[in-house]
Nanobody, 124 residues
Framework: QVQLVESGGGLVQAGDSLRLSCAASGGTFSGNGMGWFRQAPGKGREFVASISRSGGITYYADSVKGRFAISRNNAKNTVYLQMNSLKPEDTAVYYC?????????????????WGQGTQVTVSS
């Protein structure tokens, strides 16, 4: 079973950047599609970005398109989320997720394992 640990969250001001990392252990990371989701207080978990096994295919939520970038380093068993031009509405707990399939997916139910999350807070 793959275990995921997120890092890189924090408190920043609007317009700043952050890079989240998600380190995987215990399984075949390089064979899995990966994704990032987020959950704001009082709201459901929403899709942010996803990446295929090879990294060749990525998907983004409309709300982050052009500002966020997902990438992966299979040699390091790590997936990243570079977040630029952060806005207060980006404030949420960010979760890394993996799936047994190789493709990227925007669908919550397609993911089989999850990290514990990292808090991102953007002040105005």
């Amino acid at each position: 079973q793959v275990q995921l640990v997120e890092s890189g969250g924090g408190l920043v001001q609007a317009g700043d950047s952050l890079r989240l990392s998600c380190a995987a252990s215990g399984g075949t990371f390089s064979g899995n599609g990966m994704g990032w989701f987020r959950q704001a207080p009082g709201k459901g978990r929403e899709f942010v970005a996803s990446i295929s096994r090879s990294g060749g295919i990525t998907y983004y939520a409309d709300s982050v398109k052009g500002r966020f970038a997902i990438s992966r380093n299979n040699a390091k068993n790590t997936v990243y989320l570079q977040m630029n031009s952060l806005k207060p509405e980006d404030t949420a707990v960010y979760y890394c997720a993996g799936r047994s399939g190789v493709s990227a997916s925007t669908i919550f139910a397609n993911y089989d394992y999850w990290g514990q999350g990292t808090q991102v807070t953007v002040s105005s």
